[in-house]
């Protein structure tokens, strides 16, 4: 498990000194090795749903054909976040490769000169010049600043209730995200009722007004 730095406590350790004893809403971003820890603790996620960044439902992975790198980077973790009994906001790759932070976009928000928007058109710029550039790639996606945005104003996502695990043992298929939808009609009829619901899945985004929401959040602050 990764240490969050707080002395030499890890980071379950001092979320349990600090955090507990109240509801929470927390948005899981990144990998889940310490968030999976939390399963023990008396943390109770807000009632509306505890967002999540991860997953490929309906759509392919990204760091495999099968699976998504949050999921792929520790599948037995997600395992424990998606079965810990908790309300759960699932924001997959199907709605965050919907929202693309555009060049263009990111050299307005940096014209006021603040140096923490300077610090984002470098960053950005770096990531679609060095990384992007060979892959294709001409606009960012925004995976995080959406799950942020789940917490805020979830009415800018569709959701969908579904059942969802993790792929845990397979030779290609490790850290897949398998989707039961409610609405089962290209499965079959035998399965019906067999999975409950275990989160609100996003699958689609207001893409412009997520993106206003997000420039308009950070002038507010960096100018």
């Known amino acids: ?26 948005d899981e971003l990144g990998e889940m090795h310490d968030f999976g820890a939390w399963r023990s603790l008396p943390v109770r996620p807000h009632d509306d749903g505890l967002p999540v960044v ?15 790198f949050n999921i792929y980077a520790d599948p037995h973790a997600a395992h424990v976040v998606l079965h810990a009994g908790w309300p759960l906001r699932l924001v997959p790759l199907d709605a965050t490769k919907q929202a693309q932070f555009q060049r263009e976009q990111v050299r307005a928000l940096a014209s006021g000169g603040h140096p923490v928007t300077r610090l984002i058109d470098q960053m950005v710029t770096y990531y679609l010049d060095v990384f992007g550039g060979p892959r294709g ?30 792929e845990l043992q397979g030779a290609l298929t490790l850290g897949q ?47």
């Open 137 to 166: 790639l001409t606009s960012f996606t925004m995976h995080d600043p959406l799950c942020l945005a789940a917490a805020i104003r979830p009415d800018l996502l569709t959701w969908q209730s579904a059942y969802v695990d993790v």
């Open 1 to 26: 498990m990764r240490q969050l730095r707080r002395g030499h406590r890890q980071g379950p350790d001092w979320i349990a000194d600090e955090r507990v004893r109240t509801a929470l809403a927390i």
């Open 54 to 68: 991860g997953g490929a439902l309906r759509v392919p992975g990204n760091v495999t054909p099968a699976a998504e």
């Open 177 to 223: 995200t398998v989707a039961y939808f409610d609405r089962l009609e290209d499965i079959d009829p035998a399965l019906e009722g067999t999975h409950r619901s275990n989160i609100q899945a996003a699958l689609g985004v207001e893409s412009e007004q997520f993106l206003a929401l997000y420039m308009e959040r950070i002038r507010a602050h960096f100018g």
